[in-house]
């Protein structure tokens, strides 16, 4: 009775295939019971909405005339410096680069208010964006200056590819020292005053899929508002993190490499943040359709808040110095709760990344699938799973 | 009839050194709570606070005080939430001390209740998409 995804995808185009979210899914199948929901229920869809700092776009600009060799050159994008590593009229902005004159920390906390995510943003909305560029001369591109105003409607390409995207889990920050700390993780009381997560939970991509068995290379998701591909694995994708028994990570374990045209995304899914006194980033959309093969699959989506424990670190002293302990694990009901209790102490926690956005974003795609307008692709290739023996690994410096 | 308004009272440099709070209190029967203060001889300065007392005596009170050249605002419009700008993360809701932002557990969309809000302005650099602004 498996299904296969060209079967589903044939229901697609009828307008027949039965969609839910990761969130209804629940409750279906303990109405209907998993064998009758495996065969019904033929797509779940998932989300997520955070902060995710490793993501960038690459823009192909088009030559100017005279011709400019932008690569080994220096280029800013309103201010913010993009790489310039590749041929001459390709660059990359990362989300978290920032202007050359941005004060930073010096005075500390920074404010970090304009970055690469913003420009990521601004561009994606169709605002024009000033280019300026210096580049040395050849023979064949003479020019060595250049100042204009783009917009990503007139550039050949512009593309978002994140290295690293949809944290499989993640960890809850807290500060067990006796001064508020300004992380990537928010701003943490002293004394642990209140703590932060950042994970969609029962909604996220990979916590549906926790083995990779249907999220692979080259599977279409929803990315930015637009559609996208998952493209590798992410870095630091670790899917020997510790498991719970019904196969869902403890820590923060897979990742995913997306890639999508920019040209098609939309602003409202990817904002540019300021962290401060730890600098900008971009919080991206992303969702994923899991095709209910089989009732395992259909098992694996049915995973609730309360299944889901997370790490909480301390970011004061634990964290910064890559030591391994962990104070305690909460599972996502708790930290939704509004406080969990560590230590006999009640501590206030919230959330980085929005629950609301994530679930915008998985009914998107369910009504996007429902309408025939978004079908689903065939892995070409699997995701490293348990079976491949990576274990994540850390810098030790050496002369 | 009693009246508590939260004000935001602006003092131009030059009077900042009148005892225009106490007169204010003194003659016209008035009880405050200060929230929050920034005075300094010979600058600009301002005081955000909860006045209290009859509408009649209220209304003389920020008559005079407006005539001394105080400009009053009310504090409900201090600081705004650009909805465009916020996606309801919640990274506010730990950092505000008077839990003006509330979170609704079922949607888990967070509201901004302007009343109990006293303008200090933690959320507004806490804020990860900057989406509070700071209006006077």
Redesign the interface.
């Known amino acids: 009775m498996a299904k296969s995804i060209s079967e589903i995808n044939l229901k697609i185009k009828q307008g027949k295939a039965v969609v839910a979210t990761a969130e209804e899914i629940i409750n279906i199948a303990r109405d209907k019971g998993l064998a009758r929901t495996a065969r019904e229920v033929d797509v779940v869809t998932t989300g997520t909405f955070g902060p995710m700092c490793s993501s960038g776009a690459y823009l192909n600009m088009g030559h100017s005339k005279p011709r400019i060799k932008l690569g080994g050159g220096k280029v800013y994008l309103n201010d913010v410096p993009a790489y310039t590593g590749f041929a001459a009229a390709d660059i990359m902005i990362g989300a978290n680069a920032l202007p050359d004159d941005d004060p930073r920390n010096r005075v500390h906390p920074g404010e970090f208010n304009y970055g690469g995510g913003h420009v990521i943003e601004e561009l994606v909305g169709g605002k024009d964006v000033r280019l300026v560029a210096s580049a040395y001369g050849t023979d064949c591109y003479p020019r060595k200056q250049l100042e204009t105003l783009i917009n990503i409607k007139d550039v050949n390409e512009a593309v978002l590819f994140n290295p690293r995207n949809a944290y499989q889990n993640y960890n809850v920050a807290v500060n067990v020292s006796d001064k508020t700390i300004y992380t990537y993780m928010g701003i943490l009381k002293p004394r642990m005053g209140n703590a932060n997560y950042c994970s969609a939970g029962q909604l996220s991509p990979l916590l549906n899929d926790p083995y990779y068995k249907t999220i692979g290379i080259g599977t279409r998701i929803f990315l930015g508002g637009g559609t996208g591909y998952v493209a590798w694995n992410g870095t630091q994708h670790n899917p020997s993190a510790p498991r719970t028994e019904n196969g869902v990570p403890k820590r923060g374990a897979g990742t995913l490499a997306v890639i999508g045209n920019l040209k098609h995304m939309s602003p409202r899914w990817l904002v540019g943040i300021s962290m401060l006194g730890y600098g900008v980033t971009l919080a991206v959309g992303i969702g994923v359709p899991i095709p209910i093969l089989d009732e395992e699959i259909l098992r694996y989506t049915l995973v609730t808040d309360a299944d889901i424990l997370a790490p909480v670190i301390d970011y004061s002293k634990t964290y910064p110095q890559r030591e391994p302990d962990v104070l305690a694990e909460v599972s996502y009901a708790e930290l939704k709760s509004g406080s969990f209790k560590l230590q006999s102490k009640d501590i206030p926690c919230t959330s980085l990344s929005s629950y609301p956005r994530a679930l915008e974003i998985a009914t998107t795609l369910k009504e996007w699938i429902i309408s025939g307008r978004f079908l689903l692709s065939e892995p070409v290739a699997s995701l490293p799973g348990i079976e491949a023996g990576i274990t994540l690994k850390l810098l030790n410096e050496r002369c | 009839m009693k009246v508590a308004r939260r004000v935001v009272l602006h003092f131009p440099s030059r009077i900042v050194e009148q005892p225009l709070i106490y007169n204010l209190i003194k003659n016209y029967d008035l009880s405050f709570n200060i929230l929050k203060a920034s005075i300094i001889p010979n600058q600009e300065g301002y005081v955000v606070l909860e006045l209290s007392g009859e509408q009649d005596k209220y209304d003389q009170g920020i008559k005079y005080i407006t005539s001394a050249g105080v400009k009053i605002e009310s504090l409900s419009h201090s600081v705004l939430r650009n909805e465009d ?1 916020c ?9 505000c001390p008077t839990r003006a932002f509330i ?1 609704d ?1 079922k ?3 967070v509201s901004f209740d302007n009343n109990r809000c006293v303008a200090c302005g933690l959320c507004i ?2 804020c ?3 989406a509070m602004e700071l209006h006077f």
């Open positions: 700008r996606t309801n993360c919640g990274a506010c809701i730990t950092i979170l557990p949607t888990r969309m650099k806490a990860p998409p900057r």
